[in-house]
């Protein structure tokens, strides 16, 4: 089995897979030795992929050296994919692991990969597996949290989708403006890239992709932990390398 730990913006994501599939999860907001133990039980992975979006991740990485071999994912191992990217060291691994996962579940066809999180990541992976690269833009929270801290008197608020439009208070006009402006801005990136790709398929995911998966007018695949299973498909592909 191997462990997956995905440390992103706001938690700890952590896996244990079964070749392909996730057979513990966990998401928190932070971890220790004796957490790792208690998520184990008494299993030995045979291999650790750890991932980090922080500049400093040392001693969190350290956390699991005790329990088997960690291997760190960046874009500068060797992947199943390939960057057409011009600065592949800024490139986050959740974007890879992304695209990875979508070559795996489509293969030889042309994918928008969507992550509606803390931020909104869109990128484009081509049929012949180039990852191409997209766009980042604020999450839906952090839209919200935008308006109260870069103004004097808009509220701080949480994300919700029970919005009305139009507005009728400013506290339904910001929940509505952060809903829809996130729906608008990802529908027009479907609609933009379809007409570069007809043949296009488009998956979604992500912590907020359940508030919007259902509204987008456009045909999607949704799907859950597409990060964590696109990291455990790098952590394969390297270990097939290191093998040979």
């Not at 081509?126 to 191409?132: A, K, S």
């Not at 400013?170 to 402006?181: F, I, L, N, Q």
Request: with cysteine; proline share 6%; hydrophobic share 40%.
């Amino acid at each position: 089995m191997n462990l997956i730990v995905d440390i992103g913006n706001s938690f700890w994501k952590i896996a244990l897979f079964d070749q392909n599939k996730i057979v513990k999860r966990a998401e928190i907001p932070d971890a220790d030795k004796a957490f790792i133990q208690d998520f184990l039980e008494d299993i030995i992975p045979a291999a650790i992929g750890f991932s980090s979006v922080r500049d400093s991740y040392e001693s969190e990485k350290a956390l699991f050296n005790n329990f088997g071999p960690v291997y760190t994912i960046s874009a500068s191992d060797p992947l199943p994919v390939s960057l057409h990217y011009k600065t592949p060291l800024t490139l986050g691994t959740d974007r890879i692991s992304g695209a990875v996962f979508g070559k795996r579940k489509f293969p030889e066809t042309n994918l928008l990969v969507i992550t509606l999180g803390t931020c909104i990541t869109c990128d484009i992976l081509t049929d012949e597996g180039v990852f191409m690269g997209g766009t980042i833009s604020p999450g839906p929270q952090m839209r919200l949290t935008a308006m109260h801290e870069y103004t004097g008197k808009l509220p701080e608020l949480e994300f919700t989708d029970e919005v009305l439009l139009p507005g009728v208070s400013t506290d339904s006009c910001m929940h509505s403006g952060a809903w829809y402006g996130v729906l608008a801005e990802v529908e027009y990136y479907i609609a933009y890239y379809k007409q570069q790709y007809p043949d296009l398929h488009v998956i979604v995911s992500g912590g907020f992709a359940p508030s919007f998966e259902k509204k987008i007018k456009y045909p999607i695949f949704a799907q859950k932990d597409i990060v964590l299973k696109g990291l455990n498909e790098i952590l394969n592909y390297q270990l097939g390398h290191i093998e040979k």
